[in-house]
């Protein structure tokens, strides 16, 4: 009987295996007087001249050994993402050039994605008679490794090794950013949120009154949003929590929150035939209004293949 076992590491196998990195082991470090050439990243300790530190490559290779067959017959190819600086000699020359002596030690973020089976591969090796994979954590200079355990026909083997030949076996991806350059948080009025409790305080309702003369002509009901008389409006969204208008903290410029509050009640729209009722459309209640976007930390080094 044909036996298929197909064992890929899920993405927490790999988290769990890496040589994780953390923001303290980071936090040792001099971004100042980081090195950089274009593909060797090297920073140094903080007050330090020894030039020790901790070094990452941008670019990589595969670098592999033919299988042999083993036990029943089965072979084991492992696959490596190898530096490419490390391969070419480049490395031990940029060493010396800048009289450094790194750490033999990779560090990863907790959420690198490392050796992790393309979907090519996954998809070929269903069709062999036998396979497993793992995956091996970082070990200097080595990014990771992926394990393929198989046994199947020349012809699907040599498929095996057409992906690696073209580059199409495994994925690696990591950024690190220096943990003292936070990232900045975006700025929002919560329309949504202050939506929510003007409903909550009957404030604003999905039905449009009629007008309290019968005898006037009255506005078909349309349910495009959210109705309120104005004064409510005005009176309840400007004793909202300053924090939905995009404020941290006790401290908060009152003119800068009336031009956010403005902001808020510029969405309403009037409604002819009801003077005092407001309506604001539900695709902007359900839009926060962007005062500024989100910046993230910039890495200093960036991985993705």
Known sequence: MIKFTHLLASAALLTAASAHSSDYQLSLLDFNSTIDNGDIVFAPFKNTTRG?????????????????PGAYRNKTLTVSFV???????????????????????????DDA???????????????????SVST?????????????????????????FELVDTKQLM??????????????????????????????????????????????????????????????????SSHIDPSLFGFEGEIVDKSLLFQRWTQFIDLFQTIEGQPAYWVIPEELAAKKIVISEPVPSAPFIEVSY
């Open 113 to 131: 994605v490392l050796c992790q089976p393309t979907q090519a591969l996954t998809e070929l090796l269903t069709t062999f008679e036998y396979s």
């Open 83 to 109: 530096p490419s600086s490390i391969q070419s000699g480049e490395f031990t020359v940029f060493a010396q050039e800048n009289n450094i002596s790194p750490s033999r030690k990779t560090l990863v973020p």
């Open 52 to 68: 020790t530190g901790y070094v990452w490559f941008r670019n990589y290779e595969y670098d592999y050994i033919l299988p042999v």
């Open 136 to 160: 091996r954590p970082p070990g200097y200079p080595k990014l990771c490794s992926l394990v393929i355990r198989y046994n199947t026909s020349a012809e699907k083997e040599a498929k095996l």
């Open 171 to 236: 994925h690696a991806k990591f950024a690190l950013s220096d943990p003292s350059s936070q990232p900045a948080p975006g700025v929002y009025i919560e329309v949504p949120a202050i939506v929510n409790q003007l409903v909550d305080q009957k404030v604003l309702e999905q039905d449009l009154p009629l007008p309290v003369d019968p005898t006037e002509p009255g506005i078909p009901h349309v349910d495009i949003g959210w109705y309120g008389l104005d004064q409510g409006i005005n009176f309840y």
